[in-house]
């Protein structure tokens, strides 16, 4: 082992070169932890991104759904909507057949002979129903002549076709003035009535035909199902 001791300038010399390995050392140690925290930052960076863009999926999946069910809101109002109107003009269009039924209506008792037949079938049948010995029939003054005209043939008719006798009166309260005509007839003491003025055998021919005037009018529907 050499003792020989080191000059100041091998000494400064060793200093520069420890000096410089240590800087080295430090630089790529900074260099590794620069890596490190490069690849850390991208990763975490990555993590962000995805989470947000997830968000963002999310809230755009969530905002197509409303938009969509908005959508399908407003056609559904639309439709219904449009529905009532239609179904709104077709009820117009029904109401004026059926006013304009009820005007010709009142047209029925002009043809006497014609009249006197309809009074004597809207008597029997309400005879018919009631099924007694005896019964009345109510009807408009201005019809008591042609009524009574038709009364002995109601009453014939019922003998012939129930085998018994019915006694068929006029009954003391007349129908009102403003009536189209027809008759109420009256049994059991006035606790049973049959009405056959011909306002209620339009409302019944109307409800009957009702189905078959829309067909006639409108045509068949495409989205009826059932028929009976």
């Known amino acids: 082992m050499s003792n020989t001791a080191l000059t100041d300038d091998q ?3 060793e200093l520069k070169k420890l000096v410089q390995f240590i800087k080295q050392e430090a630089l790529e140690k900074a ?6 925290a490069d690849e850390d930052f991208a990763i975490e960076k990555a993590k962000l991104v995805r989470y947000e863009t997830s968000i963002i999926d999310q809230q755009y999946e969530r905002k197509t759904k409303q938009a969509g069910l908005a959508q399908q809101i407003t056609k559904s109002n639309i439709t219904n909507k449009t529905r009532l109107r239609v179904l709104a003009a077709r009820q117009a269009v029904l109401d004026d057949v059926f006013a304009k039924a009820e005007v010709e209506l009142k047209k ?3 043809d006497t002979a014609a009249y006197q037949a309809l009074l004597k079938d809207l008597i029997l049948e309400g005879a018919f129903v009631l099924y007694e010995p005896a019964v009345a029939v109510s009807a408009r003054e201005a019809d008591y002549d042609v009524v009574k005209a038709a ?3 109601a009453e014939a008719a019922f003998k012939e076709a129930a085998g018994f006798e019915v006694k068929i009166s006029v009954a003391a309260e007349a129908l009102p003035a403003e009536s ?3 008759v109420i007839v009256i049994g ?4 049973i009535v049959v009405s056959n003025t011909l306002e209620e055998r339009l409302k019944l021919l109307s409800e009957e035909s009702l189905p078959a ?3 006639a009018i409108f045509g068949e529907s495409p989205t009826r199902k059932f028929f009976d």
């Open 188 to 191: 059991s003491g006035g606790k």
């Open 151 to 153: 009364i002995p043939q």
């Open 31 to 36: 260099r590794e932890i620069q890596i490190s």
């Open 180 to 182: 189209a005509g027809g």
């Open 213 to 215: 005037i829309r067909v």
């Open 108 to 110: 029925v008792t002009a």
């Open 11 to 13: 000494v400064d010399t």
